[in-house]
């Protein structure tokens, strides 16, 4: 299935930093989201993005979709320790009018 | 608002047995969604409806059935389990198919 694919899979930062983190896709898309899980709990969405938006911003949250690279990232600014938990981007990628997920990104904040 | 409403939370089965997961959502949203979760696999699609009256399969169907009861409620049985379905299951609603999901806590499920 043409799942998005997380990069890098796990990353540890300080309070405070931020963290990017990517997200590939293998063909077209109409849109792609992007999702926190934290631990034991739920999928939390956070943000959508469409084929022909370029950038979309929530709060500490910043999400660019690049169509030519096939591509997304999620940026968290001034992160907290709240903001540890899996991040897990979703496409409609394939043609198969599914949507599905890659296998996540695990955040670590260090207070 | 509850949102989605999944019950059992926890749930352990010995192979063979049956059981239905429930689901039910209080956003008068038209689609509904099983996903599985398995560690280093992501979430993969079991079963979708994408409206009141139909379901299809994702990209796991085999060894689950759906029913789409009603706009509320979508269910997901095991007729005879195995311990490759011991998982954790989640259920999701969307206003518009493949919209913004909102999730459920999730139902663990051992398959012993």
């Given at each position: 299935?043409?799942?998005?694919?997380?990069?890098?899979?796990?990353l540890s930062i300080q309070e405070?930093?931020?963290?990017?983190?990517?997200c590939?896709?293998?063909?077209?898309?109409?849109?792609?989201?992007?999702?926190?899980?934290?631990s034991?709990?739920?999928l939390?969405?956070l943000?959508l993005?469409?084929?022909?938006?370029?950038?979309?911003?929530?709060?500490?949250?910043?999400?660019?979709?690049d169509?030519?690279k096939?591509?997304?990232?999620l940026?968290?600014?001034?992160?907290?320790?709240?903001?540890t938990?899996?991040?897990?981007?979703a496409?409609?990628?394939?043609?198969?009018?599914?949507?599905?997920?890659?296998?996540g990104?695990q955040?670590?904040v260090?207070? | 608002?509850?949102?989605?409403?999944?019950?059992?939370k926890f749930?352990?089965?010995?192979?063979?047995?049956?059981?239905?997961l429930?689901?039910?959502q209080?956003?008068?949203?038209?689609?509904?969604y099983?996903?599985?979760?398995?560690?280093?696999?992501?979430?993969r699609?079991?079963?979708y409806?994408?409206?009141?009256g139909t379901?299809?399969?994702?990209?796991?169907?085999n060894?689950?059935?759906?029913?789409?009861l009603?706009?509320?409620?979508?269910?997901?049985?095991?007729?005879?389990?195995?311990?490759?379905?011991?998982?954790?299951y989640?259920c999701?609603?969307?206003?518009?198919?493949?919209?913004?999901?909102?999730f459920?806590?999730?139902?663990?499920?051992?398959?012993?």
């Amino acid at each position: 299935s043409q799942q998005g694919e997380e990069d890098p899979q796990a990353l540890s930062i300080q309070e405070g930093e931020n963290a990017t983190m990517n997200c590939s896709y293998k063909t077209s898309i109409n849109n792609l989201q992007w999702y926190r899980q934290n631990s034991g709990r739920g999928l939390v969405h956070l943000i959508l993005i469409r084929s022909n938006e370029r950038e979309k911003h929530s709060g500490r949250l910043r999400v660019t979709l690049d169509t030519s690279k096939k591509s997304s990232s999620l940026l968290i600014t001034a992160s907290r320790a709240a903001d540890t938990a899996s991040y897990f981007c979703a496409t409609d990628a394939g043609g198969n009018n599914r949507l599905a997920f890659g296998k996540g990104n695990q955040v670590v904040v260090i207070p | 608002n509850a949102g989605v409403t999944q019950t059992p939370k926890f749930q352990v089965l010995k192979t063979g047995q049956s059981m239905t997961l429930q689901c039910a959502q209080d956003m008068n949203h038209n689609s509904m969604y099983w996903y599985r979760q398995d560690p280093g696999m992501g979430l993969r699609l079991i079963y979708y409806s994408a409206s009141e009256g139909t379901t299809d399969k994702g990209e796991v169907p085999n060894g689950y059935n759906v029913s789409r009861l009603n706009k509320r409620e979508f269910s997901l049985r095991l007729e005879s389990a195995a311990p490759s379905q011991t998982s954790v299951y989640f259920c999701a609603s969307s206003e518009v198919y493949i919209g913004e999901l909102f999730f459920g806590e999730g139902s663990r499920l051992t398959v012993l």
